[in-house]
C-alpha cells in the first residue's frame, strides 16, 4: 500500500455521514443517529463533506434520479446505503464502513468497481438490506410500493448565526442544472425544472432574471430549489424560494408523498393508538411528547450553530426513547434548558426571526406549542424546552390516557387538518422578506412532520 492509499484507509477510520430521511422513516433516522453518534463518527452538512450517505426509508422508483444527484456530489471514495427496516442500521453501517475502507486503497476504475457490482448478499436474501457506491445497489430491509416524486436541492451546511457571510459561503447549490430534465410527471421536480427553464442556463448553471423588488427596483431574481437532500430537515419537504439578493421574496411549499403505512406517524402514535381504543399511559405518551420537543429543539440548535447543545438534546431524546427516568434525566435535562435559557449570544442570534403571533396563528389553525409560543424563533425554542421540563413529573404516570386526548407534539389531531398542515401554510409568510441565511431556522422553529399528512388518506385516523 502507499502513502497515498494509506492516508485515504486512516481517513476512513471515521467517515462522514450524511443521512436522508423520507417520508414514514423517522424511526430509521433516530435509530442511525443513535449509531453514528455510538461510532464517534462526524455528521456531513453537506453532500460535499460526506463519504457516506444513508437513506432512511426505501426510495420509490422516482426517487432515484435524485439521490443519484446527492451521491455524485461526493467526493470519492463514497458509498450509499439504503435503511429500510428497524434494527438493520447497525449492520448496514460497519458493511458501508468496509466498502468506504476498500474503495479508498482501490479507487474506481481499478478491481474495485468489478467486485462492487456483485451483490453483497445471495439472491432472496433480504438480510443484509442495499448498499449503493456510485452505481451498484443491494437492499437494506423490506421494499414497499409508495412512490414519491423526486426533487432536491443538494446540500447545505449548518448556519453559524453571527456571520451571515460565511454561511452563505457553505450554501451547496450543485445539481440545479439537473433540474431542467422533464421527467413526465406533474411532481415537484417538473415545477423546478419549467422555473429554470424559464430562467435560462449558463454551462448548465441557472441565471438570474429581473424583477421588482419591494422598493420597485429592478434587481436579479433567483429561483433556488431547498430540499429534501437536507441534514436537519423536516422529512420529504421541498421549498421553491424566490431570492433577490439575499432575501426571500416569494415560497412555494412542496413535499415528497406521504403515502400511510401500517403504522401512524412516529411522534403521534400514543395519542391515535388511544384515539382507536388501545391501552396507552399517560406517562408514555408524555415520554414520547417530551422526546419529540427535544428532537426539534435539537435540529434547531444544530442549524442555528449550537452543535454541543444539539447533541445533549438528542442524547437526552435517546435516553427518553429508551425509557429513561425522571431521576436519571432530570438533572441533565435541566442544566442543559437553563444554559439554553441563560444565553444572550444564543437569544442575540435567532429572536425576532419568524414572528408569529398568536392571534394570526391561531386564525391559520395552528395549535400546539406554535400556537401557545405565541412569538418568534426563540419564543418557540423555549416552549419546547420548557413542555419537556414540565412534563418529567408525568413520566411515571401510569393512568390510561384518554381516548379524547388527541393532541400530540405539534397540536391537535382531531381537527380538521393534521396540525403539521397549519405550520407548512404559515411557512411562507414567515419567509417571505427574511434573509436567505435565516431560512432554515425557521423553518427548524416549526418541524413540521410531513408524516402527519397522510393522516388526512387514512379514514378516522384524525376523528376516530
Not at 30 to 46: D, F, K, S
Not at 181 to 201: C, I, K, L, S, V
Request: proline fraction near 7%.
Amino acid at each position: 500500500m502507499d502513502l497515498r492509499g494509506l492516508l485515504r484507509r486512516t481517513a476512513m477510520n471515521r467517515p462522514a455521514v450524511l443521512a436522508v430521511t423520507l417520508p414514514g422513516a423517522t424511526e430509521l433516522r433516530l435509530e442511525t443517529e443513535v449509531e453514528v453518534r455510538r461510532r464517534g463518527w462526524p455528521v456531513a452538512g453537506t453532500p460535499a463533506a460526506a463519504d457516506l450517505l444513508v437513506v432512511c426509508g426505501v426510495p420509490a422508483p422516482e426517487d432515484a434520479e435524485w439521490l443519484d444527484r446527492v451521491e455524485r456530489s461526493m467526493p470519492e471514495p463514497a458509498v450509499r446505503i439504503v435503511v429500510g427496516e428497524r434494527g438493520q442500521v447497525a449492520h448496514a453501517l460497519g458493511m458501508a464502513h468496509r466498502d468506504l475502507t476498500d474503495r479508498a486503497v482501490t479507487p474506481r476504475g481499478g478491481r474495485m468497481d468489478d467486485r462492487a457490482e456483485a451483490p453483497v448478499s445471495e439472491p432472496g436474501d433480504n438480510q443484509h438490506g442495499e448498499h449503493k457506491g456510485h452505481g451498484d445497489e443491494h437492499a437494506h430491509g423490506a421494499h414497499h410500493d409508495s412512490s414519491p416524486p423526486a426533487a432536491t436541492h443538494e446540500g447545505h451546511g449548518h448556519h453559524q448565526p453571527a456571520d451571515h457571510a460565511s454561511h452563505m459561503g457553505h450554501m451547496d447549490h450543485e445539481g440545479l442544472g439537473d433540474h431542467t430534465d422533464h421527467q413526465g410527471h406533474d411532481g415537484p421536480m417538473d415545477h423546478m425544472g419549467h422555473d429554470m427553464h424559464a430562467m435560462g442556463e449558463v454551462a448548465g448553471l441557472p441565471m438570474a432574471e429581473r424583477a421588482d423588488d419591494r422598493d420597485k427596483l429592478r434587481l436579479d431574481q433567483l429561483h433556488v430549489p431547498f430540499g429534501p437532500a437536507l441534514s436537519d430537515w423536516p422529512a420529504g419537504l421541498v421549498l421553491r424560494l424566490t431570492l433577490q439578493g439575499d432575501v426571500v421574496q416569494g415560497v412555494e411549499v412542496d413535499h415528497l408523498s406521504v403515502a400511510s403505512g401500517p403504522r401512524p406517524p412516529f411522534w403521534d402514535e400514543p395519542w391515535l393508538r388511544a384515539a382507536h381504543g388501545e391501552e396507552v399511559t399517560r406517562g408514555d405518551a408524555v415520554r414520547r411528547r417530551c422526546a419529540a420537543h427535544l428532537d426539534s429543539a435539537g435540529r434547531l440548535l444544530a442549524v442555528a450553530g449550537w452543535d454541543d447543545v444539539a447533541v445533549r438534546c438528542r442524547r437526552l431524546r435517546d435516553e427518553l426513547l429508551a425509557g429513561a427516568s425522571r431521576e436519571g434525566i432530570g438533572g441533565d435535562l435541566r442544566r442543559t434548558v437553563h444554559r439554553v435559557g441563560r444565553s444572550r449570544a444564543l437569544r442575540w442570534s435567532i429572536a425576532g426571526l419568524g414572528d408569529l403571533p398568536a392571534d394570526r396563528a391561531r386564525a391559520a389553525g395552528v395549535t400546539g406549542p406554535a400556537l401557545a409560543a405565541g412569538g418568534d424563533v426563540y419564543d418557540r425554542l423555549l416552549m419546547w424546552l420548557s413542555e419537556v421540563e414540565r412534563g418529567l413529573e408525568e413520566l411515571g404516570d401510569t393512568r390510561p390516557l384518554a381516548r379524547d386526548d388527541r393532541t400530540g407534539p405539534r397540536g391537535r389531531l382531531d381537527g380538521p387538518r393534521p396540525p403539521s398542515a397549519a405550520l407548512l401554510d404559515v411557512l411562507p409568510g414567515l419567509l417571505i422578506g427574511a434573509e436567505f441565511a435565516c431560512a432554515r431556522i425557521i423553518v427548524a422553529s416549526l418541524d413540521p412532520d410531513l408524516d402527519e399528512l397522510a393522516l388526512a388518506t387514512v379514514p378516522g385516523a384524525a376523528h376516530a
